[in-house]
């Protein structure tokens, strides 16, 4: 049988999204589609999958991105479903542990792969709501007081470039502290 | 040849490639050379392969006739760089052991 699941995750808690499809896993109940937060699951044997997220560097159809999906299916690696450029993968527990990383170069990259996407969505933002206060502001002194709706989207622009910065924040520290780390060892 | 040094993941993966072997075999084969102690995950083992093609160092081969899995091969500037590092890791072992049994603490 098949639940359909709401539930909503940020782009900082990728980690804790993985946690909860595990857990939801150790129940029985396996994620089998995604579509943004509504969640699909399908009734199954506990613990029969492990479940990994990962932010691949292009859209899943890319062809970068499908020759890196057909490896991983060699590999004994189910694609599961994607939102935007997040795949979802599994496997089965049967065949020992799941890790879509095993060294630090190689979570490091990941980890500033996020923190890229979600700098350029904030500084996008953050240039949008500069215009568009530019705009209300010319509007505002040639058309004596009038604001419109521009006021309002700068504002909105601005202040999502900085709740995604906020957000974000533990992503940062992280990936300092990968990048620490990586000075000492591999 | 540059001198650096090469990752774990680099070194065993290039030392597995002396015979032809897909990534699955790859894997398997560092796990059994390693003991067990470098399982190396698929998304490290596909971005070790392609800086790896990249660099010239293995080459991937002709898809063979009902094979769906690509095969790779150490090349020549991959086998020297297996040559370079083992050298460095000499010195490194010979430095350290002839520290240690000095007695340095």
């Given at each position: 049988m098949r639940h359909k699941v709401s539930k909503y995750f940020n782009l900082a808690e990728y980690e804790k999204e993985e946690k909860w499809l595990n857990e939801m896993s150790s129940i029985g109940m396996h994620l089998v589609d995604v579509n943004f937060t509504k969640y699909t699951f399908e009734d199954g044997l506990p613990g029969e999958y492990i479940y990994r997220l990962e932010l691949l560097e292009?859209?899943?159809?890319h062809p970068q991105s499908k020759a890196y999906i057909g490896f991983m299916e060699d590999m004994g690696v189910e694609y599961v479903a994607s939102v935007f450029r997040w795949v979802y993968f599994r496997k089965r527990a049967s065949a020992g542990p799941f890790d879509i990383y095993s060294d630090l170069s190689s979570k490091l990259r990941h980890i500033k792969r996020i923190n890229l996407l979600a700098s350029v969505v904030s500084y996008a933002n953050a240039a949008a709501g500069v215009a568009n206060l530019a705009i209300a502001c010319k509007g505002y002194i040639e058309h004596r007081g009038y604001l419109g709706y521009n006021l309002f989207s700068g504002v909105l622009n601005i202040a999502i470039a900085f709740i995604i910065l906020f957000i974000l924040k533990p992503i940062r520290r992280k990936q300092k502290e990968l990048q620490k780390e990586s000075l000492v060892r591999e | 040849m540059d001198n650096i040094a090469l990752t774990e993941a680099v070194f065993y993966i290039l030392i597995s490639l002396y015979k032809p072997l897909h990534g699955y075999g790859i894997m398997q084969n560092v796990f059994d050379l390693s003991r067990g102690r470098v399982d190396l995950a698929a998304g490290t083992l596909y971005g070790a392969i392609s800086s790896l093609l990249e660099k010239g160092w293995i080459q991937a081969l002709p898809f063979e006739e009902g094979s769906r899995k690509k095969e790779y091969k150490i090349t020549g500037s991959g086998d020297n760089a297996v040559k370079a590092e083992l050298n460095r890791l000499q010195e490194l072992l010979n430095n350290g052991q002839s520290v240690i049994k000095g007695g340095a603490l």
């Open positions: 292009n859209m899943p159809r | -």
